[in-house]
């Protein structure tokens, strides 16, 4: 094996290369447990699970408004009709593939955001997404909102959490970003672990770009020695990919890990064609990995201040296409489950005629729930993060 020199591993390193920020850490596995048990999270601190739906999810097939008339108009064939919903009142129901949401709804513990959005939408999905994890409608911004908490509250490399080796947009600060949880990651050689051991103490002749790839390693030995205790384990064949994720954030949870913020996401909701059969089933795996990582934690006295938010870039627009899907459209519904959520109706609903150019017309932004999750979860001053002078909803309890 080559011999490493802690000066030629760091002029020559690229541990950061892959994350492309210093300070960056992807975590392996090793020491979890003595993590949790030094710092355990505190008693009754909240924990917020983001989950990110990519490609632009159809709100108005997802929170159906089946008592209207414009909705079976504009959608002949591709609309649910009402004996096949999920009544949640006399007006809106769920998709028929939601039957674990309508159980948080019963309960009262699903609060449904209506007519999500921001100021003058764009249709593209690099855009808009971007827009939603940065927090920043108005400008392109490198920081998201995320990572701007993580800059303003301290330099703990496990405060908040993404499972996955790519680290989104919103988890992204200037100086500080969330740890990359990856299971399938391989756990170093006991050899090259011993090799590499000693590359994070500082040393007075190190460069500023030196000093902050020994930063990067620091905090990646953090991590590693935070979660190493959970093992790794391939998904067995037709896995629900979400749910496997909630499934390493709920053995964080019960473990006391001091992370307030995980970062989950699924994908394949660019529903241009074939919707219906496509939505319902990508619905059917959302609400399935979901509903079931919010009842097991609420069975563990810390998986009861774990709140979940659930977005995605647009909704789409009202009136179905000529290959029985939908376009990139604007507003949506965004979803806020978990035991202390107060439960119900937040937003006004859209109308489906009183339109913009085909689309939706916002009547909540983003940014207010994200203060909102911020101030009442976290329990931070969200003012870095999001703005000053938000509007809350009164989601959480």
Same mark, same amino acid.
């Given at each position: 094996?080559?011999?490493?020199?802690?000066?030629?591993?760091?002029?020559?390193?690229?541990?950061?290369?892959?994350?492309?920020?210093?300070?960056?850490?992807?975590?392996?596995?090793? $020491?979890?447990?003595?993590?949790?048990?030094?710092?355990? %999270?505190? #008693?009754?601190?909240?924990?917020?699970?983001?989950?990110?739906? !990519?490609?632009?999810?159809?709100?108005?097939?997802?929170?159906?408004?089946?008592?209207?008339?414009? !909705?079976?108009?504009?959608? =002949?064939?591709?609309?649910?009709?009402?004996?096949?919903?999920?009544?949640?009142?006399?007006? %809106?129901?769920?998709?028929?593939?939601?039957?674990? &949401?309508?159980?948080?709804?019963?309960?009262?513990?699903?609060?449904?955001?209506?007519?999500?959005? !921001?100021?003058?939408?764009?249709?593209?999905? &690099?855009?808009?997404?971007?827009?939603?994890?940065?927090?920043?409608?108005?400008?392109?911004?490198? #920081?998201?909102?995320?990572?701007?908490?993580? +800059?303003?509250?301290? +330099?703990?490399?496990?405060?908040?959490?993404?499972?996955?080796?790519?680290?989104? /947009?919103?988890?992204?600060?200037?100086?500080? #970003?969330?740890?990359?949880?990856? =299971?399938?990651?391989?756990?170093?050689?006991?050899?090259?672990?011993?090799?590499?051991?000693? %590359?994070?103490? #500082?040393?007075?002749? +190190?460069?500023?770009?030196?000093?902050?790839?020994?930063?990067?390693?620091?905090?990646?030995?953090? *991590?590693?020695?935070? &979660?190493?205790?959970?093992?790794?384990?391939?998904?067995a064949p037709g896995t629900n990919p979400l749910a496997a994720q909630l499934e390493l954030v709920g053995r964080c949870v019960k473990a006391g890990v001091p992370t307030q913020v995980y970062s989950v996401s699924m994908g394949g909701f660019d529903t241009h064609a074939d919707e219906r059969r496509t939505q319902q089933?990508?619905?059917?795996?959302?609400?399935?990995? *979901?509903?079931?990582?919010?009842? +097991?934690?609420?069975?563990?006295?810390?998986?009861?201040? *774990?709140?979940?938010?659930?977005?995605? $870039? &647009?909704?789409?627009?009202?009136?179905?296409?000529?290959? /029985?899907?939908?376009?990139?459209?604007?507003?949506? =519904?965004?979803?806020?489950?978990?035991?202390?959520?107060?439960?119900?109706?937040?937003?006004?609903?859209?109308?489906?005629?009183?339109?913009?150019?085909?689309? %939706?017309?916002?009547?909540?932004?983003?940014?207010?729930?994200?203060?909102?999750?911020?101030?009442?979860?976290?329990?931070?001053?969200?003012?870095?993060?999001?703005?000053?002078?938000?509007? $809350?909803?009164?989601?959480?309890?």
């Amino acid at each position: 094996m080559p011999q490493f020199t802690r000066r030629r591993f760091l002029v020559g390193s690229s541990v950061l290369g892959a994350l492309g920020l210093a300070g960056g850490s992807v975590i392996s596995w090793d $020491e979890l447990h003595r993590k949790a048990a030094t710092s355990p %999270l505190a #008693t009754g601190a909240g924990i917020l699970v983001l989950v990110t739906m !990519y490609g632009g999810n159809d709100g108005i097939n997802t929170v159906i408004p089946y008592a209207d008339n414009a !909705y079976h108009d504009a959608r =002949p064939e591709l609309s649910y009709q009402p004996q096949d919903v999920l009544h949640l009142d006399g007006q %809106l129901g769920l998709n028929p593939a939601m039957k674990g &949401f309508a159980e948080l709804w019963n309960k009262q513990n699903l609060a449904i955001i209506r007519g999500v959005g !921001y100021p003058h939408p764009d249709h593209s999905h &690099f855009r808009s997404m971007d827009i939603w994890q940065t927090a920043s409608p108005d400008s392109p911004v490198a #920081t998201g909102w995320i990572g701007r908490w993580l +800059d303003a509250t301290g +330099d703990d490399p496990v405060r908040a959490v993404n499972i996955g080796p790519v680290l989104p /947009q919103l988890v992204l600060g200037e100086k500080h #970003t969330a740890a990359a949880l990856d =299971p399938t990651t391989t756990p170093l050689t006991p050899e090259l672990s011993t090799a590499l051991a000693g %590359l994070a103490a #500082t040393d007075p002749h +190190d460069s500023p770009a030196q000093a902050q790839v020994c930063a990067g390693y620091h905090a990646e030995q953090t *991590v590693t020695q935070t &979660f190493s205790w959970l093992g790794t384990k391939p998904a067995a064949p037709g896995t629900n990919p979400l749910a496997a994720q909630l499934e390493l954030v709920g053995r964080c949870v019960k473990a006391g890990v001091p992370t307030q913020v995980y970062s989950v996401s699924m994908g394949g909701f660019d529903t241009h064609a074939d919707e219906r059969r496509t939505q319902q089933q990508l619905l059917g795996r959302f609400d399935q990995a *979901v509903s079931a990582f919010l009842t +097991d934690m609420s069975g563990h006295p810390r998986g009861r201040d *774990v709140v979940v938010l659930a977005y995605s $870039e &647009f909704g789409r627009r009202v009136r179905a296409n000529a290959s /029985q899907g939908t376009d990139h459209g604007t507003a949506g =519904p965004v979803f806020v489950a978990g035991a202390p959520v107060k439960g119900g109706w937040y937003g006004d609903e859209p109308s489906l005629t009183d339109l913009d150019n085909g689309d %939706l017309k916002t009547t909540v932004d983003f940014r207010d729930i994200y203060s909102e999750l911020l101030h009442r979860v976290i329990a931070t001053d969200p003012g870095p993060a999001v703005g000053v002078a938000r509007h $809350e909803l009164g989601v959480i309890t």
